[in-house]
């Protein structure tokens, strides 16, 4: 090329094969330093979020209290009536005949989801949500099963990305004949249910007359004001990853807002496998190592896995309970 200036030529000159291999190298150095600290960031920007979706349902049951004087009940199964409940009656064996709808429905109205709230009880009785009243299950309501499907962002963890779940799934806890504690399955076969991350802590079985029984049980009307352990020392909701298919061919487990109930905590809680999860009776999350949980004074805390037996064990399930006596720190799990 000739420069027009002086009248020289001169020849320009590009990399060398080595020099861009070189450059190629430290550009990939570069992105594999970077790219773990923008996981780390995006982990924690997830964690954030989930912890403040817990916050608006713990203002959601503190609001919901204050207009109903007592918090939501933990689910509208089988009254207490039935017999023998208590003693092995599960939804299925009394042919469904109750309304099947868990917490989160009541709350709707106070986690700015009114609209949605109004259309589900467009098509049912007024008082269908009423803990004292007894009414067919929700799948027999138009206005109930149309909106099925609704997703709600506080209602979802970020850090889960499992799919929608054909299962209703962890509906109702009760105690088989042999003292055992029991959670309910439902499936409403090739149906997908919009999903939630949180489920509402029953204490260590969910079942009344049970030592450690948790805000949340069957047709409960609980009040945060007059909890004999102190707000601070409940938990009053947990993270629930979605999990499966174990084995057998089960469809993802995964529970759906509109039903799904109130989770023991009977089993305690392991991190959840990089594979298929069996654990589907455990509150557990996708965060790194920690599940966030709401507690009754409505703060939230991250806490580590507790186990299945132990000390750690101990704390989690008297920290379920309302009313065991036993005043722990959540942050020592």
Same mark, same amino acid.
């Given at each position: 090329m000739r420069d027009r200036a002086n009248g020289r030529f001169f020849r320009r000159r590009g990399f060398t094969l080595i020099e861009l291999l070189v450059v190629i190298a430290i550009i990939a150095i570069l992105i594999g330093l970077l790219l773990p600290a923008v996981q780390k960031v995006? +982990? +924690?920007?997830?964690?954030m979020s989930c912890s403040n979706n817990l916050k608006q349902l713990?203002? +959601?049951? %503190?609001?919901?209290? /204050?207009t109903n004087q007592h918090l939501p009940p933990g689910f509208l199964g089988a009254m207490p009536s039935d017999t023998p409940y208590g003693t092995g009656t599960a939804p299925d064996q009394i042919g469904y005949n109750c309304q099947l709808v868990g917490p989160l429905v009541h709350l709707l109205p106070y986690v700015e989801q009114d609209n949605l709230f109004r259309l589900l009880m467009s098509g049912v009785p007024a008082d269908y949500l009423s803990p004292t009243m007894r009414y067919s299950d929700f799948s027999n309501y138009a206005s109930f099963w149309n909106n099925r499907t609704a997703k709600i962002k506080t209602f979802l963890c970020p850090s889960d990305s499992g799919q929608e779940s054909n299962w209703d799934a962890l509906l109702n806890s009760y105690q088989s004949g042999g003292g055992s504690f029991t959670i309910d399955i439902i499936s409403y076969g090739d149906t997908a249910f919009g999903k939630t991350n949180y489920m509402a802590v029953g204490g260590r079985g969910g079942v009344p007359g049970d030592t450690y029984l948790g805000v949340f049980y069957n047709r409960s009307q609980e009040r945060l004001s007059v909890i004999p352990d102190g707000t601070s020392n409940t938990f009053l909701f947990g993270e629930y990853s979605s999990k499966g298919p174990p084995t057998g061919g089960w469809q993802p487990v995964t529970p759906s807002w509109m039903g799904s109930g109130y989770m023991p905590l009977a089993w305690g809680s392991t991190p959840p496998p990089s594979g298929p999860d069996p654990n589907w009776y455990m509150l $557990? $999350? %996708? %965060?790194? /190592?920690i599940m966030n949980v709401l507690l009754a004074d409505g703060s939230v805390r991250s806490i580590q896995y507790p186990g299945t037996s132990g000390a750690s064990y101990s704390t989690y399930i008297f920290m379920g309970g309302t009313s065991d006596g036993r005043i722990f720190d959540p942050s020592s799990l």
């Amino acid at each position: 090329m000739r420069d027009r200036a002086n009248g020289r030529f001169f020849r320009r000159r590009g990399f060398t094969l080595i020099e861009l291999l070189v450059v190629i190298a430290i550009i990939a150095i570069l992105i594999g330093l970077l790219l773990p600290a923008v996981q780390k960031v995006r +982990a +924690a920007a997830a964690r954030m979020s989930c912890s403040n979706n817990l916050k608006q349902l713990g203002l +959601a049951c %503190h609001n919901y209290e /204050g207009t109903n004087q007592h918090l939501p009940p933990g689910f509208l199964g089988a009254m207490p009536s039935d017999t023998p409940y208590g003693t092995g009656t599960a939804p299925d064996q009394i042919g469904y005949n109750c309304q099947l709808v868990g917490p989160l429905v009541h709350l709707l109205p106070y986690v700015e989801q009114d609209n949605l709230f109004r259309l589900l009880m467009s098509g049912v009785p007024a008082d269908y949500l009423s803990p004292t009243m007894r009414y067919s299950d929700f799948s027999n309501y138009a206005s109930f099963w149309n909106n099925r499907t609704a997703k709600i962002k506080t209602f979802l963890c970020p850090s889960d990305s499992g799919q929608e779940s054909n299962w209703d799934a962890l509906l109702n806890s009760y105690q088989s004949g042999g003292g055992s504690f029991t959670i309910d399955i439902i499936s409403y076969g090739d149906t997908a249910f919009g999903k939630t991350n949180y489920m509402a802590v029953g204490g260590r079985g969910g079942v009344p007359g049970d030592t450690y029984l948790g805000v949340f049980y069957n047709r409960s009307q609980e009040r945060l004001s007059v909890i004999p352990d102190g707000t601070s020392n409940t938990f009053l909701f947990g993270e629930y990853s979605s999990k499966g298919p174990p084995t057998g061919g089960w469809q993802p487990v995964t529970p759906s807002w509109m039903g799904s109930g109130y989770m023991p905590l009977a089993w305690g809680s392991t991190p959840p496998p990089s594979g298929p999860d069996p654990n589907w009776y455990m509150l $557990s $999350s %996708h %965060h790194t /190592g920690i599940m966030n949980v709401l507690l009754a004074d409505g703060s939230v805390r991250s806490i580590q896995y507790p186990g299945t037996s132990g000390a750690s064990y101990s704390t989690y399930i008297f920290m379920g309970g309302t009313s065991d006596g036993r005043i722990f720190d959540p942050s020592s799990l």
